[in-house]
Nanobody, 115 residues
């Protein structure tokens, strides 16, 4: 069973930056696909960014050019650097671990973008 612990959320003004972290424990990390999703009340979780075991990345259209996902396999940690934040980036951000057909979620961290 993989445990994922997110941190780094908070309140930030529009145009500001935040960096989210997700530490994984309990299973293989280096080969796993790591992703960040976000969810707002009433909506489904949407993919924000994804990074494969070989470092290949993918981003949701709304965050391309503003967000960057990275990973440190030695620390079993995935990061999400969020720049030029907008109010519509507000939501709960969840870390996701996937290896084959196995999947685990973190508890989520709240990001609020507001003046």
């Amino acid at each position: 069973q993989v445990q994922l612990v997110e941190s780094g959320g908070g309140l930030v003004q529009p145009g500001g930056s935040l960096r989210l972290s997700c530490v994984a424990s309990g299973s293989i990390f280096s080969d796993a696909v790591m992703s960040w999703y976000r969810q707002v009340p009433g909506n489904q979780r949407e993919l924000v960014a994804q990074i494969d075991g070989d470092g290949t990345t993918d981003y949701g259209d709304s965050v391309k050019g503003r967000f960057a996902i990275s990973r440190d396999n030695a620390k079993a940690t995935v990061y999400l650097q969020m720049n030029a934040l907008k109010p519509e980036d507000t939501g709960v951000y969840y870390c996701n671990w996937q290896l084959g057909f196995s999947r685990s979620w973190g508890q989520g961290t709240q990001v609020t973008v507001s003046s």
